[in-house]
């Protein structure tokens, strides 16, 4: 079966770059959710949408922006990036309504 | 603010061992909780319990939803050593979609 699918997999940036991380949901999914775990740590909710639209918003820094397109798949945005923004990025889709979340690999960023 | 509370943070066992892990939650209108898998890579989606399903099962592993205590566990009989990972246990409110996660219980299961 399709599962998440997040690109890149592995990021190496130095401070003050930028970055977009990927996200392509499950078929059908109309949800994509964006989460953030650092070393150590549980994952964190940053932002989700819903059929091209901000549904919700967690503890996402202002530098980081997010948008999902008509195809449904994701891209979250992350400049001036700073040390403490290295951690394992998440993506997950469901369907609307469904609390069932599917994670992607995540893509493991790296901020020099 | 909603919070998830795993207990306990780790945990090592031999194989063949029952291990019993458990979730406290304050979740905001709740809609659901729902246990995943991580080893070094993505959680793995294992069970979600609702108001409407409050217990499951799949194979070794099952889970109970405990309305009244707030509370679930998840347990994992006669253990292997594939089960080593860390288990996360999550709250989903009605009002928000995100999942609210706990901190996690590290299962060593050794051979």
């Known amino acids: 079966a399709a599962g998440v699918i997040q690109s890149p997999r592995h990021l190496i940036k130095e401070k003050r770059e930028t970055a977009t991380l990927k996200c392509y949901p499950i078929?059908?999914?109309?949800?994509v959710y964006w989460y953030q775990q650092g070393p150590g740590q549980d994952p964190q909710f940053l932002i989700s949408f819903y059929e091209k639209m901000q549904s919700d918003k967690g503890s996402i820094p202002d530098r980081f922006s997010a948008q999902q397109f008509s195809d449904y798949h994701s891209e979250l945005n992350m400049s001036s990036l700073e040390l403490g923004d290295s951690a394992l990025y998440f993506c997950?889709?469901?369907?609307?309504?469904?609390?069932?979340?599917?994670f992607g690999p995540g893509t493991r960023l790296t901020v020099l | 603010e909603d919070k998830v509370v795993q207990s306990p943070l780790s945990l090592v066992v031999h194989e063949g061992d029952t291990v019993t892990l458990n979730c406290s939650y304050e979740v905001t209108n709740f809609r659901s909780l729902l246990w995943y898998k991580q080893e070094k890579k993505a959680p793995t989606f294992l069970f979600m319990l609702?108001?409407?399903?409050i217990e499951k099962k799949s194979g070794r592993l099952s889970s109970i939803l405990d309305k009244k205590e707030l509370s679930s566990i998840l347990n994992i009989t006669a253990t292997q050593t594939g089960d080593s990972a860390i288990y996360l246990c999550a709250g989903a409110s009605g009002s928000a979609r995100q999942l609210t996660f706990g901190s996690g219980t590290q299962l060593t299961v050794l051979p």
């Open positions: 609702t108001s409407s399903g």
């Open positions: 997950a889709s469901s369907l609307w309504g469904y609390n069932e979340q599917f």
């Open positions: 078929p059908r999914h109309d949800t």
